[in-house]
């Protein structure tokens, strides 16, 4: 199995990347022959989306090549994917939704009405989040709430299938 790992947080020792690694030991252990690829979404170097909508009838990014159209690669070898975000105003982090936004052609295609079309039909993702608001005001407030379900729509519009959530709650005590 193949499982592709997307660290959204900037931070390389932080809850997300702690968060991540537990859960990535416990698949480890329940699949055989897995390879894990951890990819820091900080440390890639891409552009934004220029939302040209060429890419979705060309099924490929026409702008210059970058870290995106490697890890486009990534995405479509992957079995299973986990993404792991910190909390920003209820949403996922920037750079990680920039990434998204550019790799929409490997994530889905669209039918000739223009109905998205997932591309990963049968793959599994996990969802890791790290919020500082304490629970339970992390998910009535709309913070983890918000993050886990901007990710979850990139991922089922995508054909994967959400087996897990994780979300760490109020961190600024947690250090």
């Given at each position: 199995?193949?499982?592709?790992?997307?660290?959204?947080?900037?931070?390389?020792?932080?809850?997300?990347?702690?968060?991540?690694?537990?859960?990535?030991?416990?698949?480890?252990?329940?699949?055989?022959?897995?390879?894990?690829?951890?990819?820091?979404?900080?440390?890639?170097?891409?552009?934004?989306?220029?939302?040209?909508?060429?890419?979705?009838?060309?099924?490929?990014?026409?702008?210059?090549?970058?870290?995106?159209?490697k890890?486009?690669?990534?995405?479509?070898?992957?079995?299973?994917?986990?993404?792991?975000?910190?909390?920003?105003?209820?949403?996922?982090?920037?750079?990680?939704?920039?990434?998204?936004?550019?790799?929409?052609?490997?994530?889905?295609?669209?039918?000739?009405?223009g109905?998205?079309?997932?591309?990963?039909?049968?793959?599994?993702?996990?969802?890791?989040?790290?919020?500082?608001?304490?629970?339970?005001?992390?998910?009535?407030?709309?913070?983890?709430?918000?993050?886990?379900?901007?990710?979850?729509?990139?991922?089922?519009?995508?054909?994967?299938?959400i087996?897990k959530?994780?979300?760490?709650?109020?961190?600024?005590?947690?250090?």
């Amino acid at each position: 199995m193949n499982i592709l790992v997307l660290n959204g947080s900037p931070r390389k020792n932080g809850n997300v990347v702690k968060a991540l690694k537990a859960e990535t030991e416990k698949i480890q252990k329940e699949y055989e022959n897995t390879q894990i690829i951890w990819k820091d979404i900080s440390d890639l170097n891409f552009d934004f989306c220029k939302g040209c909508m060429a890419c979705r009838s060309k099924m490929n990014c026409i702008l210059p090549a970058d870290d995106a159209h490697k890890l486009a690669e990534e995405i479509k070898n992957c079995d299973m994917l986990i993404a792991g975000t910190p909390v920003y105003w209820g949403n996922m982090n920037g750079k990680l939704k920039a990434l998204f936004d550019r790799l929409v052609y490997v994530l889905m295609k669209e039918s000739k009405s223009g109905i998205p079309l997932p591309l990963h039909k049968g793959k599994k993702a996990v969802i890791v989040t790290s919020c500082t608001t304490p629970f339970p005001f992390n998910y009535l407030c709309g913070q983890s709430g918000g993050a886990v379900r901007a990710v979850k729509e990139v991922l089922k519009s995508s054909g994967f299938k959400i087996i897990k959530t994780k979300n760490i709650s109020n961190t600024k005590k947690r250090g």
